[in-house]
T-cell receptor
Framework: AQSVSQHNHHVILSEAASLELGCNYS??????LFWYVQYPGQHLQLLLK??????LVKGIKGFEAEFIKSKFSFNLRKPSVQWSDTAEYFC??????????????FGKGTHLIIQP | KAGVTQTPRYLIKTRGQQVTLSCSPI?????VSWYQQTPGQGLQFLFE???????NKGNFPGRFSGRQFSNSRSEMNVSTLELGDSALYLC????????????FGNGTRLTVT
């Protein structure tokens, strides 16, 4: 079974600091990769996704992620964080078997706190 | 466009009872997925329905079941509730769950006593 690991459960940064959240998955085949974010009091929403093509993908609010196939990683980055980035971040993967949909496998999440 | 609506928001049930949760997807979305979120296990996939057919199923016991109606609305049922079923149950809809992003509802918080 596939699994997703997020290395940091809690991250505290100051405003304007750079951010990198790690995500590794275990599945040898073709995958689709996602980062979802949950702001306080809100529902989960998509931050960015990777299906194929350029391994560097850009999402909303200045976030980007790089897919490194050889490392089974899909790390999330932002050059300068803001207080409003305080949220829970989830990495997720699903298998692309070409034959149909597969449920998302989520990481345990990273709780990011940005201090003003 | 209205988002994904889940009802009820909160439920308190006793062990052994059964419960039905409801989800109304975004208009035009034909795929509805259900996830269980707990502090210990995180978000876990329960099942997905597409055009009234269960297309995928996660690793949950048969006590967890679901269905989808012709208008894409979905229900999830849990029978013979156990304390460990206490969780936030999230519904997500999409055009096609493989290549389309999931749009999540706010969830139903189930507490089993």
């Amino acid at each position: 079974a596939q699994s997703v690991s997020q290395h940091n459960h809690h991250v505290i940064l100051s405003e304007a600091a750079s951010l990198e959240l790690g995500c590794n998955y275990s599945y040898g085949g073709t995958v689709n990769l996602f980062w979802y974010v949950q702001y306080p009091g809100q529902h989960l929403q998509l931050l960015l996704k990777y299906f194929s093509g350029d391994p560097l993908v850009k999402g909303i609010k200045g976030f980007e992620a790089e897919f490194i196939k050889s490392k089974f990683s899909f790390n999330l980055r932002k050059p300068s964080v803001q207080w409003s980035d305080t949220a829970e971040y989830f990495c997720a993967v699903n298998k692309d078997s070409g034959g149909g949909a597969d449920g998302l496998t989520f990481g345990k999440g990273t709780h990011l706190i940005i201090q003003p | 466009k209205a988002g994904v609506t889940q009802t009820p928001r909160y439920l308190i049930k006793t062990r052994g009872q059964q419960v039905t949760l409801s989800c109304s997807p975004i208009s035009g979305h034909r795929s509805v997925s259900w996830y269980q979120q707990t502090p210990g296990q995180g978000l876990q996939f329960l099942f997905e329905y597409f055009s009234e057919t269960q297309r995928n199923k996660g690793n949950f016991p048969g006590r967890f079941s679901g269905r989808q109606f012709s208008n894409s609305r979905s229900e999830m049922n849990v029978s013979t509730l156990e304390l460990g079923d206490s969780a936030l149950y999230l519904c997500a809809s999409s055009l096609d769950s493989l290549y389309s992003p999931l749009h999540f509802g706010n969830g139903t918080r189930l507490t089993v006593t």
